[in-house]
Every structure is written in structure tokens, then in C-alpha cells.
């Protein structure tokens, strides 16, 4: 006899129906690091950060291990503001003098990354909040571009604090401030920053959050998204211009974090709620992958 199922509610079938569909997803990457860039607007809509956090905090619950990596711009031209500092940019780099430099760690260590740690610890994660000068986890050396002051590159990264706390299942946030070999600290971009910790972590993935939908053929035609491609096809779209602006530092911080040996790396958009589950552990997933 079949039993009678009217008094189910179809969102429970449906909610379930996905719950299920995740399973082999769950199973792949239980244990496995994820490297999640957190930025645009899912940083800065409240109702986004707070579905973020969520999620992360989610995927800590089923034994994925997520480093949140973060950067900050809007906060810190905010900040500047009200000290009276011009914010200047040069070829789409911040200039970063001594007093703007101040600023950067102010607000990216002492006010952003904490605000990150207790979001994800309101959500019932366990965050810790780091610098690139905590337990020497990123040297810096000067960027060779001319004329942008401390902005820095990544010298070296030291994943052993990262590393210690993913293995007690605390969430490590990571800002994108680290010092060089004579304590000088450096403003570095946090795509960069998230590619060379992933790269050192042996990542499963790297996530972007991004204000796009993924790597589009037209930029302009949301329906043109490439949901998945080869390092090779990357780097010919960024050769024929079909990648452009702001777009080429992202997918080469993914091509570069593929070539050291993260397994694949993702631009997603996130201003769609729950983009990480999405992307993680659906079929459809949502943006451009990007695969060894």
C-alpha cells in the first residue's frame, strides 16, 4: 500500500530532492581546503553578508575546511574621508603613501576582518581573524609598478598558522595587509593574496566573489557565460580581449593558483545569494570554473 503524501509540502520535496543531489559533493570534498575571496557586493549589502557567513559556517559543518581571504576598498576610501585623504589610483592600483598605509591596516586588520570573525561566529562558526604578519603567513616585497608607494606583492607564503587552525576546525579570515623581511607593511591585492595561500595550501578550489556573473564572451550578455574552461582557453580569451579590465587580474590570479596546483578555481557572481552552495555543491553550479 503507497502511502499518502498530500500533507507533504512541495518546498520540503524540493529542499530534500537538493539535499540529496548534494550528497556526492559533500563526500569529494569533506577534509578538502577551500579558499574563498570575499568582496564586492556581497560585502557590502547586509542582507548578502549575512547569507555568506551562513554558508561558509555551512560548509564548515560538513567537514569542508574554508580560509576566507578579504579585501576592503570601499571601507577604506570611507575611512580616508573622514581623515581628509585624497584616495588616488594609478593604473587601477591604490596609491598607498605612509598616511593612506596607516588607514589600510587600520581598517582591513582592525575593523573589516573583525567584523568578518563575528559575523561568522553569530552564524555558530569559529573564526580566527589574521594578517599577513600573523605567524609570518605572507612577506611582502614591493610591487614593481612605479609611483604607487606600499602597494606590495606576495614574497612568500608560510600556510603552517593556517594549516594549525583549519586542522582544529577554526575558520581562519585572512586580510590582505603583510610586511616585508624589515617589518614594513605593504597593501596587497586580495586575489593575489587568496591565489598564493590557496597554491600553498593545495587547495581543492578557489572562489571569487565578484560583481559578474562569471567570464562572459559578451560582456554586456549575461546568457554568453563560459561555465567551465581550460587554463589554455583562459589565457587565449584574455589574448583576444574577450577578458578585459578588471576581469584579467582575476582570471590570471586563477591561472596562476591552477599552474601551482589548486584544483579548480571559480568566478562566481556573488550577488546571488547562496552563490557558494551553488557553486560547491549543486550540478548546475552558477559561474565560470576554471580547471587544471
Known amino acids: 500500500m503507497t502511502p499518502h503524501l498530500d500533507h507533504i509540502h512541495p518546498d ?6 537538493i539535499l540529496s543531489e548534494s550528497l556526492p559533493y559533500i563526500q569529494e570534498f569533506a577534509g578538502r581546503t577551500v579558499v574563498i575571496k570575499y568582496g564586492g557586493a556581497a560585502m557590502k549589502d547586509s542582507t548578502l553578508k549575512d547569507t ?8 564548515a559543518c560538513i567537514g569542508i575546511r574554508p580560509v576566507v581571504v578579504h579585501g576592503g576598498g570601499p571601507e577604506i576610501n570611507t575611512w580616508l574621508g573622514k581623515l581628509g585623504i585624497e584616495p588616488q589610483f594609478k593604473d587601477g592600483l591604490r596609491v598607498t603613501d605612509a598616511p593612506t598605509m596607516d588607514v589600510v591596516e587600520m581598517v582591513l586588520v582592525g575593523r573589516v576582518n573583525k567584523e568578518i570573525v563575528a559575523m561568522i561566529n553569530q552564524a555558530g562558526g569559529n573564526a580566527v581573524g589574521l594578517c599577513g604578519k600573523d605567524g609570518k603567513l605572507i612577506t611582502a616585497r614591493p610591487s614593481e609598478k612605479e609611483g604607487v608607494g606600499f602597494v606590495g606583492e606576495v614574497n612568500m607564503i608560510r600556510p603552517a598558522i593556517i594549516d594549525t587552525l583549519s586542522s582544529q576546525d577554526y575558520i581562519p579570515v585572512v586580510s590582505s595587509v603583510a610586511a616585508d623581511d624589515a617589518g614594513q607593511a605593504y597593501n596587497i591585492n586580495a586575489d593575489t593574496v587568496a591565489g598564493e595561500i590557496a597554491a600553498a595550501l593545495g587547495a581543492q578550489k578557489l572562489i571569487l566573489l565578484t560583481d559578474t556573473s562569471g567570464i562572459l564572451k559578451d560582456y554586456k550578455d549575461p546568457s554568453t557565460l563560459i561555465s567551465e574552461l581550460s587554463i589554455s582557453e583562459a589565457r587565449n580569451l584574455i589574448n583576444e580581449g574577450i577578458v578585459a579590465g578588471g576581469m584579467i587580474p582575476k582570471v590570471e590570479c586563477c591561472v596562476r593558483s591552477l599552474a601551482q596546483g589548486v584544483r579548480a578555481a571559480h568566478i562566481i557572481d556573488g550577488r546571488v545569494p547562496h552563490a557558494l552552495l551553488l557553486e560547491i555543491l549543486t550540478d548546475m553550479g552558477i559561474g565560470s570554473m576554471i580547471k587544471a
Not at 12 to 17: D, E, P, Q, S, Y
Not at 52 to 59: A, E, S, T, Y
Open 52 to 59: 555568506v557567513m551562513r554558508d561558509i559556517v555551512l560548509l
Open 12 to 17: 520540503a520535496t524540493a529542499r530534500v530532492k
